[in-house]
């Protein structure tokens, strides 16, 4: 089996085809593809599209721990199969925001939004009255904040 198709706990500690060459290799491919990174949001958590212009595609990475990439996430497959932890997106969007310090800032911990939840509290006790049976007591909120009033 080839290693990028391994799992990392099949992956060997070290040397050649082990989980840290398999990283280092998305490293190296985040710097030699042509990646476009842009920011899409810097609330509540730092939030950017990677597109690759040749081959047309995009994908999203959060990054709400940034600098620390331990929490990352990514929407493509590679990110998504082998459980690596990064991707070569993650890496070219740490990449880059090592050299763009302005949207970092933002990042970090969600900003309380005390008068947001005060109105899903009242849509939720506004509708209430559609009980059902409580068996299905745990989707009742979704359920009302969803569906139309």
């Known amino acids: 089996m080839p290693d990028s198709r391994r799992t990392p706990s099949e992956l060997p500690a070290s040397g050649p085809g082990s989980r840290q060459s398999a990283v280092n290799e998305r490293r190296q491919r985040a710097i030699e593809e042509a990646l476009d990174v842009r920011v899409r949001s810097t609330e509540p958590y730092l939030r950017l599209e990677v597109r690759n212009p040749i081959h047309r595609t995009g994908y999203q990475v959060l990054l709400p721990t940034f600098p620390a990439r331990d929490v990352a996430l990514c929407t493509c497959t590679d990110f998504a ?3 690596l932890g990064t991707c070569k997106h993650i890496e070219a969007a740490a990449r880059w925001l090592e050299g763009h310090p302005e949207p970092k800032a933002a990042g970090g911990r969600p900003t309380p939004r ?8 009242r849509a939720i006790a506004a509708r209430s009255s559609d009980r059902g049976p409580e068996s299905l ?9 969803v569906s139309p009033a």
């Open 137 to 145: 007591a745990w989707r009742r909120p979704g359920r009302l904040l």
């Open 114 to 121: 005390p008068r947001l939840w005060s109105l899903i509290d």
């Open 81 to 83: 199969r082998r459980g």
